[in-house]
């Protein structure tokens, strides 16, 4: 078991990345390229901002924060939908034996009889909130029907956001997160339903891969970005985490893209779900559940089993985790909302501003000096974070 350490009530373990890990192919440039193709034919698909925050680098004492601004994507208002519409693409393709690289949503809507069949399907899913817009959305525009279910403590604001997304019939559960994946599970198999979830489990591993690559297309587009502002690659990684599937994703195109060059990477989640900070801090190598009550202003981070398939990519390239109190998504949210400079606001929800609240505390605060230097954070340092989601709770963020 890895050494725990706490700094003003955030946790931490130093892990040890293998550099020679197996690097992840399904999420090479080659094999994600059906992906960025079907994002690019979708209505209204632009590249999200990679936002470039000088005078918080300034402040902070470092070379430059890039922060992926996933706040309106598709007016989602969140990065998931990239997921979420490519696997229900995926699926469809494969139930009706149609080839997915040479097709686009375009192409299928315009065959009546085809429009007809998929029409009949009925998707189902379990989600915190973000990944059923996803999923509501493309059942909207292939025009089928999707099943989402949301646990227990969920907003009744987030349910009517994935109603109001695409066509989806929206249950708040007695469940918990990780419960109310299994139910839908279950009525996948009861009701012969496709089941699009976004984490994967042992003899479930094809439909979240999908997914997962789904979201490879905002790292592919960050690096173009990042090029044009005159930056290789980043020196620093700062990911939040739920089940994993994002943070391993994106981790899985950094090890293809920058191969033995990997930037130092840090996994940020809430003190009540941490799923990944345990499996790290156990030091075996293996998945492990959180020990949390799941009680959180992150609902989007509110997950308590890590993903099978991202996990590893995440216990390979991760040199730091973080158990965070909720505080410091309140503080990233402020530092975003309210910037200084000539810096542009970011509009960012409590699950995409904990990596913001995190990077700021580690540079301000003297009580976390060390843990900085023993980081590498410092004037070199090119420091990247994907805002993956806009407000969500409007009272909360007001």
Not at 47 to 62: F, I, M, Q, Y
Not at 244 to 262: F, T
Not at 267 to 272: K, L, R, S, T
Request: net charge negative; charged share 25%.
């Amino acid at each position: 078991m890895l050494e725990e350490k706490e700094i003003k009530n955030i946790r931490f373990v130093e892990n040890h990345p293998d550099p020679t890990g197996e690097i992840p192919l399904f999420l090479s440039p080659e094999e994600t390229e059906p992906v960025r193709h079907l994002h690019r034919t979708l209505l209204g698909y632009q590249a999200t901002p990679l936002v470039e925050l000088k005078s918080l680098a300034s402040r902070l004492g470092l070379r430059s924060v890039l922060i992926k601004d996933e706040s309106d994507r598709f007016g989602l208002r969140a990065f998931k939908g990239l997921g979420g519409v490519y696997a229900v693409f995926r699926a469809v393709c494969d139930r009706f034996g149609l080839d997915f690289t040479a097709l686009t949503i375009e192409d299928l809507r315009k065959d009546p009889l085809l429009m007809e069949a998929i029409g009949s399907l009925d998707l189902v899913t379990a989600t915190d909130g973000n990944h059923g817009k996803g999923v509501s959305w493309a059942a909207g525009m292939l025009g089928c029907r999707a099943h989402v279910y949301m646990p227990a403590g969920s907003l009744e604001v987030r349910a009517q956001a994935i109603r109001d997304a695409g066509n989806a019939e929206v249950r708040i559960l007695e469940l918990g997160y990780d419960d109310s994946v299994r139910y839908a599970e279950t009525m996948a198999k009861e009701k012969g339903w496709l089941l699009i979830q976004d984490t994967s489990w042992e003899g479930y591993e094809v439909v979240p891969s999908w997914i997962i690559q789904g979201y490879s297309t905002m790292v592919y587009e960050s690096f173009e970005q990042m090029k044009a502002l005159g930056y290789e690659r980043p020196t620093h990684v700062l990911l939040q985490a739920g089940v994993g599937a994002m943070a391993g994703g994106v981790l899985g195109v950094l090890r293809n893209l920058c191969g033995d060059h990997m930037p130092r990477v840090a996994v940020a989640e809430p003190h009540e779900a941490a799923c990944i900070y345990e499996s790290i801090k156990a030091g075996d190598g293996l998945p492990h559940a959180a020990t949390g009550n799941g009680v959180t202003i992150m609902a989007g981070l509110n997950c308590g089993e890590p993903c099978t398939i991202t996990w590893p990519i995440i216990r390979d390239a991760t040199g730091w985790a973080f158990s965070c109190p909720d505080q410091v998504s309140v503080t990233g949210t402020r530092v975003l909302a309210e910037p200084s400079g000539d810096d542009r606001t970011v509009e960012s929800g409590e699950s995409g501003s904990v990596t913001a609240g995190l990077l700021y505390t580690i540079c301000t605060d003297p009580a976390f000096r060390d843990l900085r230097e023993d980081m590498g954070l410092d004037e070199r340092s090119v420091v990247y974070l994907i805002n993956t989601e806009g407000y969500t709770n409007p009272d909360l963020e007001k």
